[in-house]
């Protein structure tokens, strides 16, 4: 951006950047965005792995929620007391408890999902500076890391719904 000239050149990059950064959190072009990696899929499956997997559906889903959730705590909340590492990033089960646990983690992940957008989409949200209560992290660099974590959950989702037969390429 330091080739750019001038103030508006210089907020016209900005604009480039978090526009880059929506639609990369809320998935499309080269990524699958959440709701079409979780539609349809059969609840007799939330529970279900393939051979030497670690993952059901319910694990992934359930892993990005606690995920999406601890960094856009961290992003906004000085005081957020992230779960332990690694652990407290997974579920216990293979399943959700019930249908009310799996509604919850779903609207939940789409709740924060929207929450990050809208922190990345305000133009009063500095992107580049280091965050204070953080140790060089910038939001930039965390809405970076939740459209990764998530791309990279939701690739190995349709893999195993594909295993268990429960995803279409059509």
């Known amino acids: 951006m330091a080739a750019l000239k001038g103030k508006g050149a210089l907020m016209d990059a900005e604009k480039i950047v978090r526009d880059h950064l929506l639609s990369l959190l809320n998935g499309g072009d080269a990524h699958l965005d959440f709701e079409s990696a979780i539609c349809d899929l059969p609840k007799e499956l939330r529970s279900s792995k393939m051979p030497g997997s670690l993952h059901t559906p319910w694990r992934l889903v359930e892993h990005m929620r606690i995920s999406q959730w601890d960094i856009l705590e961290f992003c906004r909340t000085a005081n957020h007391v992230s779960p332990e590492f690694p652990n407290g990033y997974w579920p216990e089960g293979d ?45 930039l ?20 719904r594909r295993y268990l037969g429960a995803w279409s390429d059509d």
Not at 102 to 125: G, H, I
């Open 95 to 139: 399943g959700p408890a019930d249908d009310a646990s799996w509604d919850y983690c779903v609207e939940s992940f789409r709740r924060d999902q929207k929450e990050m957008t809208q922190l990345v989409a305000n133009p009063s949200t500095d992107l580049f500076s280091p965050i204070p209560h953080g140790q060089g992290q910038t939001i």
């Open 141 to 160: 660099r965390e809405a970076l890391l939740v459209a990764d974590h998530n791309a990279y959950h939701l690739g190995q989702l349709v893999m195993l």
